[in-house]
């Protein structure tokens, strides 16, 4: 991945300070609220990616009526921006901020330490809903072992920034270095927690589930390090609720060591989409509809 040049990084990093500087000043309330309002002006006024979404969620719930299509689109891309509001003051979310704003924190957080104990790790299977950041923060400021992977950014400057504010207690391994396969299974072998995303479209065809009146081809290759270890696989989803987070524990699926690992994998996989499937169903609302890796766009060839 090429870098951008000097100069178009360091606009580019000057223009996200700014917007820092910006949101840092105001409460956090006052900002959410304006987060809120400037989804309304850009899907209504702006009409950004208008029809594309719209089309998304008629297809995915046929009969669905405009209002609603349209509240769903609304509050779908105020919860990205109340998010980028949140991961701009993340140097500011300690944990007491986190137990005022994520209900049950530490119930949560004790369960996975208590599945992670077991020695094996625990794969954390988390998709684009509500702030799937804060998931991670939430839990890493509440003393669970977590880690997760990520791509380095084109520019430098917006990576190093990022990497600061995912803060202390969450590991970040860059995707696509030499061992980061070895280093995940080695991580989860000492008991840590890897967090993932798994509602995500892959080009090439892997698991074909079914998804939101659709077919999603999708990877099964967070089940696989659950499987090669022998971690079970906690299923969550995030969404807001009346200005705070919730951490739904959906389920926690174990691999069978007697079966073949790849069947395994793959079964893993399923379960772990046909819960969020019904989850998403549910509260539609705060899935993260504008994603540019379309889960339900066709394998080519």
């Known amino acids: 991945m ?66 609603e299509v349209h ?9 990205v921006l109340m998010s980028a509001v949140e991961m701009i003051r993340a140097s500011r979310l300690d944990r007491k901020w986190i137990e005022a704003h994520v209900k049950d924190v530490h119930v949560y957080a004790e369960r996975l330490k208590a599945i992670a104990d077991e020695g094996k790790g625990v794969v954390i299977m988390v998709p684009h809903s509500g702030n799937w950041y804060m998931a991670a923060w939430a839990m890493a400021r509440c003393g669970v072992p977590l880690f997760a992977i990520a791509a380095k950014q084109r520019n430098p400057y917006i990576d190093a920034w990022m990497n600061r504010q ?32 798994p509602d995500l479209r892959v080009p090439a065809k892997d698991v074909e589930v079914p998804f939101l009146n659709g077919t999603a081809n999708v990877s099964h290759g967070g089940a ?7 971690a079970p696989v906690v299923v969550a989803i995030m969404r ?62």
């Open 71 to 79: 509240r769903i689109a609304v509050m779908s891309l105020s919860n």
């Open 166 to 197: 995912y803060g202390d207690g969450l590991d970040v391994v860059e995707r696509g270095s030499a061992r980061v396969m070895a280093e995940i299974k080695a991580r989860l072998s000492k008991g840590q927690c890897f967090a993932i995303l």
């Open 240 to 301: 807001r609720e009346n200005g705070r987070h919730v951490f739904d524990h959906l389920a926690t699926l174990r691999p069978d060591p007697e079966k073949p690992r790849k069947e395994e994998s793959i079964r893993l996989t399923r379960e772990t989409m046909a819960l969020l499937d019904d989850a998403i169903r549910k509260t539609p609302e705060h899935w993260f509809w504008y994603n540019k890796r379309w889960i339900l766009q066709p394998v080519r060839g």
């Open 224 to 230: 696989s390090f659950a499987t090669a270890v022998g």
């Open 2 to 67: 090429a870098k951008k040049s000097k100069g178009a990084a360091l606009t580019e990093y000057a223009l996200l300070r700014t917007a820092c500087a910006v949101v840092n000043a105001i409460p956090y309330p006052l900002a959410c609220a304006l987060a809120r309002g400037f989804a309304w002006f850009l899907v209504d006024v702006v009409r950004f990616q208008r029809r594309r979404t719209f089309d998304r969620i008629r297809g995915c719930f046929p009969g669905m009526t405009d209002r």
